[in-house]
């Protein structure tokens, strides 16, 4: 069984360039979470979706993030425009239920904004 | 307001000896706690969940405990080998039974051959 990819695994952009990650969950996940690592600092959760639904989006920064999920497959992270604090590690989890259970992550991607 | 603290210096211990790694919180009862490892260049593999009303878990040679007096997990490697050389994070759900984990810095394993 595939685990959940990510794509690209790197990005180097400019400020004010726009930036979009990809995520493919495990196949039948309908919870699907994005979370971020900025240097030096712990992993802090973006959004959740259940399926194509925004389930919690209290964790992300500013309305220049945006996230999809069209389908209730794969789920897209737009950055724009992207800032200099944005850079950072960007991880989607995927599982299969709620409720605390284990969450499947991706590699992440690594986003540098110069 | 609310934190989580792992020991932010590594680790470092010989092979065959019991790792222990702490997670100490604050200002917060959470329902369950997490603890993954992280790889280099790689997203967090979950390893063990303890819930509020559990004391200790064990997975092969993992043992997790769970303190909600001391606000404090212990997670132990027994007979460590230097393939567990790697980041330990501990996660908790402080967000009011949402379910979304929070996670600590991480504390840095090295087992010495």
């Known amino acids: 069984e595939a685990g959940v990819t990510q794509f690209p695994s790197h990005s180097v952009i400019e400020k004010g360039q726009t930036v979009t990650l990809r995520c493919d969950p495990i196949?039948?996940?309908?919870?699907l979470y994005w979370y971020r690592r900025v240097m030096g600092k712990e992993i802090k959760f973006l959004l959740h979706?259940?399926?194509?639904?925004?389930?919690?989006e209290s964790g992300m920064p500013n309305n220049r993030f945006l996230a999809e999920r069209t389908g209730g497959t794969y789920s897209t992270l737009k950055v724009q425009p992207a800032e200099l604090e944005d850079s950072g590690v960007y991880f989607c989890?995927?599982?299969?239920?709620?409720?605390?259970?284990?969450?499947?992550f991706g590699p992440g991607t690594r986003l540098t904004v110069t | 307001s609310q934190k989580i603290e792992q020991n932010s210096e590594a680790l470092n211990i010989q092979e065959g000896k019991t790792a222990t790694l702490t997670c100490n919180y604050t200002?917060?009862?959470?329902?369950?706690l997490q603890w993954y490892r992280q790889d280099p260049g790689r997203g967090p593999v979950f390893l063990l969940l303890?819930?509020?009303?559990?004391k200790e878990k064990r997975k092969e040679r993992l043992k997790v405990t769970f303190d909600t007096t001391l606000k404090q997990s212990l997670f132990h490697i027994t007979a460590s080998q230097p393939a567990d050389s790697a980041t330990y994070l501990c996660?908790?759900?402080?967000?009011?039974?949402?379910?979304?984990?929070?996670f600590g810095r991480g504390t840095s394993l090295i087992v010495h051959p």
């Open positions: 303890i819930r509020e009303n559990e």
């Open positions: 200002n917060y009862s959470p329902a369950y």
């Open positions: 196949s039948g996940h309908d919870n």
């Open positions: 996660a908790l759900d402080m967000s009011g039974g949402s379910y979304i984990p929070t």
């Open positions: 979706f259940v399926k194509e639904s925004k389930q919690d």
């Open positions: 989890a995927s599982s299969q239920d709620y409720g605390g259970n284990e969450q499947y």
